[in-house]
């Protein structure tokens, strides 16, 4: 089991921009797909960002361009850029390990095997 860690939520306005950090202990991280997931207020959870092993990246369509995945293997860490934030990006973010190794994109749920506590982020205008 990987435990991880969400850093760097908190209130901005909107136009602002914020990065989100998602510590991992407990497995060799680098081998990992790692993901970021959000939730808003009354809505599903839904994948907006994912990074693989090779650090390939992969965006939600309606969020490319504001978003930037990364990952740190030697901090165990994945990071999450987000600018030009709106009222509609309020959401609690998490962030979660795929299940296997050495794999590709991963899109849904339950093919992550850990996930982070979440952090809240919200916009106001």
């Known amino acids: 089991q990987m435990q991880l860690v969400e850093s760097g939520g908190g209130l901005v306005q909107e136009g602002d921009s914020l990065t989100l950090s998602c510590a991992a202990t407990g497995r060799a991280f680098f081998i990992y797909t790692m993901a970021w997931f959000r939730q808003a207020p009354g809505k599903e959870r839904e994948l907006i960002a994912n990074?693989?092993?090779?650090?390939?990246?992969y965006y939600k369509d309606s969020m490319k361009g504001r978003l930037t995945i990364s990952r740190d293997n030697a901090k165990d860490t994945t990071y999450l850029q987000m600018s030009n934030l709106k009222p509609e990006d309020t959401a609690i973010y998490y962030c979660?390990?795929?299940?296997?190794?050495?794999?590709?994109?991963?899109?849904?749920?339950?093919?992550?095997?850990?996930w982070g506590q979440g952090t809240q982020v919200t916009v106001s205008t």
């Open positions: 990074i693989d092993w090779k650090s390939n990246t």
């Open positions: 979660a390990r795929a299940r296997a190794s050495y794999g590709g994109f991963k899109f849904q749920e339950q093919e992550y095997a850990d």
